[in-house]
């Protein structure tokens, strides 16, 4: 009887545990304002958004896999999505291929405003059981669609003897006619770091693939690429390294006066924390001409281990947001530019969580400044940040 009651109350257990929602999810703000959200419950990949700014409803949850299906949800590598000026919603994820670091990239695409979604297909055109992962997803919000991601079908190219940088390699696939058809992969770029998040931003240039790079023997440092062949820029100097992948990504984004604003962690010989700075719009074809970047700037407070930042940019205002641990609670920041990074507002502590917290996710337009935030206790909420002055 006793060994009955554990076993019974063990299933309950993993009953209530399949039910609750994973708390890293996707964020994004349409051209009305609207929130949207990507996020997996019950193994199934659910979109919903909210009319009044996640103040109070949410739609309910349309499913975008038609089936269960494994997709990966972690703080790293979550659901993306975008919507474009016309409503189409793009969505994309990694589905976990049920061994350790493998994956495929997924796409599916909504045109009747998030009511139904296609047919989900997988983006990467090499098959094998290996790792694609970490998707980033972009557009230029009138049919044109961008994915990056972290590709290791390389290793089967590898010959002679082993190199300390990796196997692994950002590649990309486009889309012209607003995501019904992808054009074949192309590699951005040759050793990459192997489970950092990427970053995607569409300039006025086109796509723009902001990740961890691996520079020399082993300096894993940040880098910045277009998508259509040119070359492989520097885009931070920390001197980092670290025979490893740290699992800390960064975040790109860019204003209406086309600079560019990224944001990483960095544990390097030459700076510590997590770092902000405004790239001025350039040239990215030429290799021979150094990017135009301000001073980083530091974010957080070391001691509280800030980590995970990322950046959202609409017009001339750009919204930074963090995570920080103290020890004993997480807290959700953020910072507003209201001059495309040429000056900011305080740092705001926006809420607390008592137990585990996704990160800080911002969402920015004319009107609203928002941070998505979803913790284990409290649940998932929209937190406004003031239009404070600098």
């Not at 409803?57 to 659901?79: C, G, H, L, M, Y």
């Not at 990694?94 to 997988?122: C, E, K, W």
């Not at 980033?136 to 044109?144: I, T, Y």
């Not at 020890?327 to 040429?342: E, N, T, Y």
Request: some cysteine; proline content about 5%; overall charge positive.
């Amino acid at each position: 009887m006793p060994a009955m009651a554990k076993a019974q109350a063990h299933a309950q257990h993993a009953a209530r545990t399949a039910e609750r929602p994973a708390l890293a999810v996707g964020a994004a703000l349409d051209a009305g304002g609207r929130i949207w959200l990507a996020r997996v419950e019950n193994r199934l990949l659910q979109v919903s958004h909210s009319r009044d700014g996640g103040s109070r409803t949410f739609s309910a949850p349309v499913s975008v896999t038609p089936q269960p299906e494994a997709v990966t949800v972690e703080a790293e590598n979550r659901p993306k999505l975008v919507v474009d000026a016309d409503g189409t919603v793009h969505v994309t994820w990694t589905q976990n291929l049920g061994q350790p670091m493998t994956g495929h990239i997924r796409y599916a695409r909504s045109t009747d405003g998030g009511r139904t979604f296609s047919t989900p297909v997988i983006l990467n055109d090499d098959r094998q059981v290996i790792s694609h992962r970490f998707d980033a997803l972009a557009s230029d919000g009138r049919g044109r669609v961008a994915v990056v991601w972290l590709d290791a079908r390389s290793r089967g190219e590898r010959t002679g003897k082993k190199s300390p940088q990796t196997d692994v390699g950002v590649y990309a696939a486009l889309s012209q006619d607003g995501g019904a058809s992808f054009a074949p992969n192309r590699r951005v770029a040759q050793h990459s770091c192997q489970c950092c998040r990427t970053g995607l931003a569409w300039t006025r240039d086109g796509p723009v693939a902001f990740w961890r790079h691996v520079f020399g023997r082993n300096i894993r440092d940040f880098a910045i690429a277009r998508l259509d062949g040119g070359p492989v820029l520097r885009a931070t100097d920390d001197e980092w390294e670290i025979d490893g992948c740290p699992h800390h990504g960064g975040g790109i984004a860019e204003d209406d006066r086309g600079n560019l604003h990224i944001v990483w962690f960095t544990d390097g010989a030459r700076r510590k924390g997590i770092y902000y700075r405004r790239v001025a719009a350039a040239d990215f074809s030429r290799a021979d001409a150094p990017l135009d970047m301000s001073v980083p700037m530091a974010l957080g407070d070391a001691a509280r281990q800030a980590g995970h930042p990322a950046v959202a940019a609409a017009g001339s205002r750009v919204l930074l947001a963090w995570r920080e641990f103290d020890g004993r609670r997480f807290s959700a920041w953020a910072m507003l530019s209201q001059d495309a990074g040429a000056s900011w507002g305080a740092p705001q502590k926006l809420a607390e969580a008592a137990q585990q917290a996704d990160y800080a996710l911002p969402l920015v337009d004319a009107k609203q400044a928002r941070v998505v935030w979803n913790a284990a206790e409290e649940g998932l909420r929209v937190l406004p940040v003031a239009e404070a002055k600098p």
